[in-house]
């Protein structure tokens, strides 16, 4: 049972242009999300999270929406560039990041110069 | 400041040899996770530990063993390899401090290939 679905395997992007990738959850007791960028022959790393109780955090390029009534995330990169070509994984917990994090199974971002 | 090291990073290993993937952090996080990733499947939870001595089952532990003798130490061992076992398994720790705010900090990984 995947809780945490990314439903795009892929997606490519013109330079400058915004990317948008979207995760969705089934979980109600999720209340704590975040997003991961995984370069090849690398481990995930920390990209920006997002609590519950907002439905928006921003950090430079990077947004983070969260519609909870529709158990819907989406992580905006605005603009994009080459350097953001990599695989974006979503995760989620509950008790506000206290429990341990489910993934998702990643959408490979490709930036198109 | 190193993070979490895993060694090896690649290794190929003959139906029904065994290994042990080494994890190491230097942050004094008290929980650490083993994760695998396989292709189009995201990131599975093997085994987790939340603290020196405690360690506890995730989604799929079959095949594999764990132990936690110190905080800095986890260690992961495959008994008997087989061909699905053939993954990228990446080890992770955090604290509850670093949790709530950055998630689980990860290594480079160990690419195993069960031949």
């Known amino acids: 049972d995947q809780q945490v679905k990314q439903n795009s395997p892929s997606l490519s992007v013109q330079e400058g242009r915004i990317s948008i990738l979207n995760c969705d959850y089934t979980n109600s007791m999720f209340d704590y999300f975040l997003w991961y960028k995984k370069y090849p022959a690398e481990g995930p790393t920390f990209l920006i999270s997002i609590s519950s109780i907002k439905d928006k955090n921003e950090d430079g390029r990077f947004t983070v929406f969260l519609n909870k009534s529709a158990k819907h995330l989406s992580l905006h990169i605005v603009p994009s560039q080459p350097g953001d070509s990599a695989v974006y994984f979503c995760?989620?917990?509950?008790?506000?990041?206290?429990?341990?994090?489910?993934f998702g199974t990643g959408t490979r971002l490709t930036i198109i110069p | 400041n190193a993070g979490v090291t895993q060694t090896p990073k690649f290794r190929i290993l003959k139906i029904g040899q065994s290994m042990t993937l080494q994890c190491t952090q230097d942050?004094?996080?008290?929980?650490m996770y083993w994760y695998r990733q396989d292709p189009g499947m995201g990131l599975k939870l093997i085994y987790y530990?939340?603290?020196?001595?405690?360690?506890d089952k995730g989604e799929v532990p079959n095949g594999y063993n764990v132990s936690r003798s110190t905080t800095e130490d986890f260690p992961l061992r495959l008994e008997l390899a087989a061909p699905s076992q053939t993954s990228v398994y990446f080890c992770?720790?955090?604290?509850?401090?670093?949790?709530?705010?950055?998630?689980?900090?990860f290594g480079s990984g160990t690419r195993l290939t069960v031949v």
């Open positions: 992770a720790s955090s604290s509850r401090a670093t949790t709530p705010n950055y998630g689980y900090t």
């Open positions: 995760a989620a917990s509950a008790n506000f990041g206290n429990e341990k994090l489910t």
């Open positions: 530990s939340v603290g020196a001595g405690i360690t």
């Open positions: 942050m004094n996080h008290n929980y």
